[in-house]
């Protein structure tokens, strides 16, 4: 069965940095593309990268602070932050979509094959 997990969320100071996990079972990570998105409370959910073999791309808004990366080895992507500001505050989720690349940015939420639970990211003093 087809799963991602999230981990690597917590509580943390405005200026500091998380690295997300997104680990895979059940499918190859390098046949899909990785998706990262964020949903705040009250807000709609944004994409914010996206890494595939050959192609990756970050959102404008974040691409200053937040770098995707994979390790095909561990079937983990990952998303490291830095400089975390309050309004990074959100559920962080992943999500992989099958034969596809990321030249055109991130994909839609609604055409994922696989969707993980998310992970909480709270920036707060």
């Known amino acids: 069965q087809a799963q991602l997990v999230e981990s690597g969320g917590g509580l943390v100071q405005p200026g500091e940095s998380l690295r997300l996990s997104c680990a895979a079972s059940?499918?190859?990570?390098?046949?899909?593309?990785i998706n990262w998105y964020r949903q705040a409370p009250g807000k709609e959910r944004e994409g914010l990268s996206c890494i595939s073999e050959g192609s990756r791309y970050t959102a404008d808004f974040v691409k200053d602070r937040f770098t995707i990366s994979k390790d095909n080895a561990v079937n983990t992507a990952y998303l490291q932050m830095t400089n975390l500001k309050p309004e990074d505050t959100a559920v962080y989720l992943c999500?992989?979509?099958?034969?596809?690349?990321?030249?055109?940015?991130?994909?839609?939420?609604?055409?994922?094959?696989?969707r993980g639970r998310g992970t909480q990211v709270t920036v707060s003093s």
């Open positions: 059940g499918v190859t990570l390098d046949r899909y593309a």
């Open positions: 999500a992989a979509v099958y034969g596809l690349s990321c030249k055109q940015g991130v994909h839609e939420y609604s055409t994922m094959n696989v």
